[in-house]
């Protein structure tokens, strides 16, 4: 499949201003994808619109969404060393492009195209090489709804498909809750600063913050758990109080995500 689309030279876009927005180029016809996005996790904000990565080491070196719900057979992975040559890699995320039609109102919606990447301590989104934007070689161009998910946060998908202007498709994902998919309350956790970003404590993937969550997060906190663990909410490489007092204060709240089943 031709990848004339691609170009690495349109990534002078990639991590302009805070938020969360994706670009498509290629014109009707051609194929070539890459994903230029920014996106901030609750757990590991550092309350001025960046995130600390306090993983290290700790850092999987293989995607970890091989499991439920998401059965992701890719094989993303990056070599031992990489969390050291890259300090400014928060976590692993999955990205999901899904088609248009059908539309979320009318599940299972369609996967486009999906790959796991890493954010950063700036929000980017980038490939495995810890610096280019996620490409997806293989999609057409078109209109897209874009979701984007973690192991331990409600995953959110785009409100609408934005409009194609000069074959180029953005979307601001943190400067307003309402911009995550919804026909009910917010999807996304208001931040200070004014940003938004995806709610934290949701580590059995179903898109709520409850009971289910704490009593796997409880069991790690009392056997003194370390390293990559879903229950980290926080991502700093331990299972502790502080992971808790996420989960209080997202459960309180009844956080929820709303991202239809594809």
Same mark, same amino acid.
Do not use: E, M, R
């Given at each position: 499949v031709g990848q004339s689309a691609i170009g690495v030279g349109t990534s002078t876009n990639f991590k302009g201003s805070w938020g969360f927005w994706y670009t498509l180029s290629g014109g009707a016809g051609t194929t070539g994808f890459f994903a230029q996005l920014d996106v901030l996790l609750e757990g590991a904000y550092d309350g001025a619109g960046g995130m600390n990565a306090n993983l290290g080491s700790s850092l999987a070196l293989s995607q970890p969404f091989g499991g439920t719900p998401w /059965?992701? #057979?890719g094989t993303e992975s990056v070599a031992s060393g990489f =969390? +050291? +040559?890259h300090p400014d890699v928060v976590d692993w995320v999955f990205v999901q492009v899904r &088609? #248009? #039609?059908p539309g979320p109102? +009318? !599940?299972p919606m369609s996967v486009a195209a999906e790959r796991a990447g890493f954010v950063k301590t700036d929000g980017s989104v980038v490939d495995t090489n810890g610096v280019d934007p996620l490409s997806f070689p293989t999609l057409s161009a078109g209109t897209y709804y874009v979701v984007v998910d973690h192991r331990n946060h409600i995953r959110a998908m785009s409100q609408n !498909? !934005?409009?194609s202007v000069n074959d180029t498709l953005k979307y601001d994902f943190t400067d307003s809750v309402a911009k995550a998919y919804t026909t009910g309350p917010p999807r996304q956790k208001a931040l200070t600063g004014g940003f938004a970003g995806l709610f934290? =404590? &949701?580590? /059995?993937h179903d898109q709520q913050v409850t009971a289910g969550d704490f009593n796997v997060w409880l069991t790690k906190t009392k056997a003194s758990a370390t390293g990559y663990q879903d229950a980290d909410f926080n991502l700093d490489g331990q299972v502790l109080a502080s &992971?808790? /007092?996420l989960w209080l204060t997202n459960t309180k709240a009844a956080a929820a995500g709303q991202v239809p089943n594809p």
């Open positions: /059965n992701y #057979t =969390a +050291a +040559a &088609d #248009t #039609t109102t +009318a !599940p !498909p !934005p409009a934290a =404590a &949701d580590l /059995n &992971d808790f /007092n």
